[in-house]
């Protein structure tokens, strides 16, 4: 952020002619500048979803160090993610643009500015429909509960499963294909339903339950991985937090959208991350405190919904589920739409197989319609898997992680090799810049790592990670692609001329 009353003073007459701005980067106006810096903020606060994050991994963390590494470990992964965000909203500041971290992967590369922003790319796409694709299944599997406990007599299938979050995605597909005042809308009902659902779902717990856990129980450890070195389990857990603070390079992709986006871009990222932070950690709280039999809870298929289910009973516990289920729906509406911003910027850079449809942008909407749909249908391929085997579906949503750190991570890696050289936007770090930037790369290296490692034991077919496979596939494929096609076609962000020039393509 800016280090002192005259860097804000010039932020402040900086930022204010945006497609000045992106003019200056190369490119013409085409998407509608309707988001405000709220509206920035909500999308990546929607993406982050506390409520979504938590109530789908909860069980994985009541196993994988108990409540010590819940707590303990959100406060310290929460911690190094915002240095992660706030080192990305630094390079966001200086490149503004839907194109977001693979444009300036390709900007601050002082060579092979191709290949840096080709593998960055990639990887930021690959991880994106992983996670509108997680998302989506997560939010069939929350209603399928929830549909159970209603009538016991149902019973999930895979089949189901898959059928369910197709419906999910296309319907998000269609909310995507029409205006961006649409998606800006309900990206501010998300934050509300979010932040009134959290005190609805905390309140409840914490007034209702006819007992809670003593205050040491936040220190209790447990380790059900079948590891037996409980450092190797507890180490694991951190991947809770790490899985729940995925997506906030939202607000990035959306800067071609927002009002004054060198500094209300930046400013997104930052505050969906601290604000995700300090409530996720009182759901967090929240949900420790209100465990009944620890066993009972651990061994459950959804053990969040349980604790809400011994604490408030049956009815209570379906109501605050369906708030669950809302969020993830609002959740996976804001993935998708961080998306096809991607899509759209990497296609009008000519880096994806037909990229002359995947950036066109209707002019009726002024969405890139084609890019929701392209994305609507690379989310529905990955989910296929499921129908068959949830653990090879797992595998591949896993690479959403591991994805969107690597291209989160590049960027940042190369504004810290250029130095001195690096001109930053309004929104700064000042002399803090170079330390929090290896400090957030060192970290996505290590939880990468993690990410990769075996999660359960003994290590059979149905329990091995899959995701290090996964991401070899993904970068076997881009490398092939690279050599035998996109070094002589793709040298990185193209500029469609000078300022004067792009100026006169904007759509009026």
């Known amino acids: 952020m800016p280090t002192s009353r005259a860097h804000a003073r010039a932020a402040d007459t900086v930022v204010l002619d945006d497609d000045a701005t992106l003019h200056a980067m190369g490119y013409p106006r085409k998407l509608t500048r309707r988001f405000k810096a709220f509206d920035n903020f909500a999308i990546s606060f929607t993406i982050i979803n506390i409520l979504s994050g938590i109530f789908s991994s909860f069980g994985f963390g009541l196993n994988a160090g108990g409540p010590r590494i819940l707590v303990f470990g959100w406060i310290g992964v929460?911690?190094?993610?915002?240095?992660?965000?706030?080192?990305?909203?630094?390079?966001?500041?200086?490149?503004?643009?839907?194109?977001?971290?693979?444009?300036?992967?390709?900007?601050?590369?002082?060579?092979?500015?191709?290949?840096?922003?080709?593998?960055?790319?990639?990887?930021?796409?690959?991880?994106?429909?992983?996670?509108?694709?997680?998302?989506?299944?997560?939010?069939?599997?929350?209603?399928?509960?929830?549909?159970?406990?209603?009538?016991?007599?149902?019973?999930?299938?895979?089949?189901?499963?898959?059928?369910?979050?197709?419906?999910?995605?296309?319907?998000?597909?269609?909310?995507?294909?029409?205006?961006?005042?649409?998606?800006?809308?309900?990206?501010?009902?998300?934050?509300?339903w979010l932040l009134i659902g959290l005190v609805v779902i905390v309140g409840a717990l914490i007034v209702m339950p006819d007992q809670h856990q003593q205050a040491s129980f936040v220190t209790h450890f447990e380790n059900n991985t079948g590891f037996t070195n409980g450092l190797?389990?507890?180490?694991?857990?951190?991947?809770?937090?790490?899985?729940?603070?995925?997506?906030?390079?939202?607000?990035?992709?959306?800067?071609?959208?927002?009002?004054?986006?060198?500094?209300?871009?930046?400013?997104?990222?930052?505050?969906?991350?601290?604000?995700?932070?300090?409530?996720?950690?009182?759901?967090?709280?929240?949900?420790?405190?209100?465990?009944?039999?620890?066993?009972?809870?651990?061994?459950?298929?959804?053990?969040?919904?349980?604790?809400?289910?011994?604490?408030?009973?049956?009815?209570?516990?379906?109501?605050?589920?369906?708030?669950?289920i809302g969020a993830m729906l609002f959740c996976g509406l804001a993935n998708l739409t961080s998306n096809t911003r991607q899509i759209?910027?990497?296609?009008?850079?000519?880096?994806?197989?037909?990229?002359?449809?995947?950036?066109?942008?209707?002019?009726?909407?002024?969405?890139?319609?084609?890019?929701?749909?392209?994305?609507?249908?690379?989310?529905?391929?990955?989910?296929?898997?499921?129908?068959?085997?949830?653990?090879?579906?797992?595998?591949?949503?896993?690479?959403?992680?591991?994805g969107l750190f690597l291209a989160y991570a590049v960027p940042i890696f190369l504004r810290l090799r250029l130095g001195d050289a690096f001109q930053p936007g309004p929104w700064h770090l000042g002399r803090w810049g170079r330390p929090i930037g290896w400090l957030a790369v060192v970290w996505i290296l290590l939880s990468s790592v993690l990410f990769m490692l075996p999660q359960a034991s003994p290590i059979t077919a149905d329990s091995f990670n899959y995701a290090p496979i996964a991401l070899a596939v993904v970068l076997l494929v881009a490398t092939v692609w690279w050599f035998a096609t996109a070094r002589r076609r793709f040298q990185g962000p193209v500029s469609y001329g000078r300022p004067d020039e792009v100026a006169a393509m904007d759509l009026v």
């Open 344 to 402: 759209f910027a990497f296609s009008r850079d000519g880096a994806m197989p037909g990229s002359r449809w995947w950036h066109s942008v209707s002019l009726r909407t002024r969405t890139p319609v084609k890019a929701v749909w392209l994305a609507v249908a690379c989310s529905l391929a990955l989910v296929v898997p499921g129908w068959w085997s949830h653990t090879a579906f797992t595998a591949i949503v896993s690479v959403n992680v591991v």
């Open 232 to 324: 190797y389990g507890g180490m694991l857990g951190l991947l809770v937090t790490s899985w729940t603070f995925t997506g906030f390079d939202g607000s990035f992709h959306m800067s071609e959208e927002t009002v004054h986006a060198t500094v209300s871009a930046p400013k997104g990222i930052t505050r969906a991350i601290g604000y995700s932070a300090i409530t996720g950690l009182i759901l967090m709280l929240a949900l420790v405190y209100s465990i009944g039999d620890y066993a009972e809870v651990a061994g459950a298929a959804a053990p969040p919904v349980q604790i809400l289910i011994d604490g408030l009973g049956l009815r209570t516990a379906k109501v605050m589920l369906l708030i669950v």
């Open 78 to 192: 929460s911690v190094m993610v915002l240095l992660i965000g706030a080192a990305m909203a630094e390079v966001a500041s200086a490149y503004p643009t839907s194109g977001a971290l693979y444009f300036s992967a390709g900007k601050l590369a002082k060579r092979h500015k191709g290949a840096w922003s080709w593998y960055t790319g990639w990887l930021n796409f690959v991880g994106q429909i992983g996670g509108t694709a997680a998302t989506g299944y997560a939010a069939a599997t929350f209603i399928q509960v929830f549909v159970q406990l209603q009538w016991p007599s149902y019973e999930p299938t895979a089949h189901q499963t898959v059928l369910i979050t197709a419906l999910i995605i296309v319907l998000q597909g269609l909310a995507n294909t029409y205006t961006v005042q649409l998606v800006a809308v309900l990206n501010r009902i998300s934050v509300w």
